[in-house]
């Protein structure tokens, strides 16, 4: 087989990617070692910020999404006793949507199909080589028969257990593994708020999320090496009503549809280039989801990668691919600044003078015009090329 440009991956970076390609005249084949069933159903993140609901929308992905997916203007911060709104529209002028995950990855399928994408599932033994040459390619068996892709670039979009990754001779790599994880769960019960609420409690952070008017995620701070099993649907609901208490405000309860345990974990990998292989996404760099950031850091990485890669094998022009790397890696570490801010002022440890300069930040947040702002700007997302 022979194309422009290689993918190694089929969730919503290489699906954007072969996407964003296809428009500007760029041809690609992407392999997925998963089925689509599996990629299109995985839970995972539901907070679009600004700027990736207006490239989604610029790039003919936005209908389903404008109908469905729910703005909010921002979200509230909670303590024992107190919750604020913080409001991001009146703060920074942007916004956010909740449309899940597994909706863009399905909007893009869609998409690709309607183009004649090719995208070939369940493939196994997949290895990129002689990156170094202007002649890379991908190898992989699909069953039982080993197929060589040749390109003229090779894209890894394969997560951080993926070969793209492992690729790279010598990166400069830096790990954050967090004392906790998250317990998170599905439940078909209506939200019992309008906005998300990020709850610090000495029992540990709650966050309250939602998919649609029917559907609730939550999600409760565990220690690492908690087993789902030792939490049935009774203490889960109990532990959520505790943490997120408020006079006045209930909790409605409703049957789990699903349950699992997330470690929390910042990585980046540097560079994220590697001669003609290209890495995007959770490829190149991990953030603990409190910050809602690693979708949308891995549409930012494509938003960057498309048209550098359009110019190179187009144009034979490697201006913007050569500064890929640089200029994703400068907002890849804002967000991984940003989410381990959200996330170490709001998960609680042991130590009680930690708790004490949580609680002054997170009243500090509600209080200063300034703080709040900070917090509105990282958190509805900067401009792409930021
Ligand atoms: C989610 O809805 O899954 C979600 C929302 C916000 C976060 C993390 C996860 O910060």
């Known amino acids: 087989m022979r194309t422009q440009v290689a993918i190694v991956g089929a969730g919503p970076a290489g699906l954007l990617l072969s996407h964003l390609l296809d428009r500007a005249g760029v041809e690609s084949v992407i392999v997925e070692t998963r089925s689509r069933e599996y990629v299109e159903a995985r839970i995972r993140a539901g907070i679009l910020e600004q700027s990736t609901v207006d ?75 002689d990156l170094e040459t202007d002649a890379p390619f991908v190898t992989f068996t699909r069953d039982g028969e080993t197929v060589r892709l040749d390109a003229d670039v090779v894209v890894g979009c394969d997560g951080s257990f993926g070969p793209s990754r492992a690729a790279v001779p010598n990166p400069q790599t830096w790990e954050r593994i967090y004392p906790y994880s998250w317990l998170g769960i599905l439940a078909d019960v209506a939200p019992s708020t309008d906005e998300l609420i990020y709850a610090w ?31 049935s649907d009774d203490r889960i609901w109990s532990a959520l009503s505790a943490r997120f208490a408020l006079d006045g405000w209930t909790l409605n309860a409703g049957p789990i549809t699903e349950k699992s345990v997330l470690p929390m974990r910042s990585f980046v990998q540097q560079p994220m280039r590697h001669g003609r292989l290209f890495l995007a996404g959770d490829a190149a760099h991990i ?35 050569d500064t890929y ?59 792409i090329r930021f």
């Not at 952070?205 to 939490?231: C, I, K």
């Not at 509600?366 to 700007?377: C, G, H, I, K, N």
Request: proline residues 4%; glycine residues 8%; charged residues 25%.
């Open 287 to 321: 953030v603990p989801p409190t910050g809602a950031k690693g979708l949308n850091l891995a549409v930012a990485d494509v938003a960057l990668l498309a048209p550098a890669l359009a110019a190179l094998v187009r144009d034979e022009d490697s201006t913007l691919a």
């Open 201 to 231: 409690h000495p029992d540990g952070f709650a966050l309250h999320s939602m998919r649609s008017e029917t559907v609730s995620r939550l999600y409760l701070q565990v220690p690492n090496g908690t087993d789902v099993a030792d939490w």
């Open 55 to 129: 490239l989604l929308r610029d790039n003919g992905l936005g209908e389903r999404l404008d109908r469905e997916g729910d703005v909010h203007r921002g979200i509230y911060l909670q303590w024992p006793g107190e919750r604020h709104h913080l409001d991001f529209t009146e703060l920074v002028g942007r916004s956010v949507a909740v449309y899940g995950q597994t909706e863009v990855t399905k909007d893009l399928g869609r998409a690709r199909d309607a183009a004649g994408q090719q995208i070939v599932y369940e493939v196994a033994d997949t290895a990129v080589h």
């Open 325 to 383: 790397s640089d200029d994703a890696l400068r907002r890849v570490w804002r967000c991984t600044h940003f989410s381990w801010w959200m996330t170490t002022m709001l998960h609680t440890s042991t130590d009680p003078f930690d708790a004490r300069l949580q609680l002054a930040q997170l009243r500090w947040v509600v209080s200063s015009e300034a703080a709040a702002r900070e917090l509105a700007e990282n958190y509805a997302g900067l401009p």
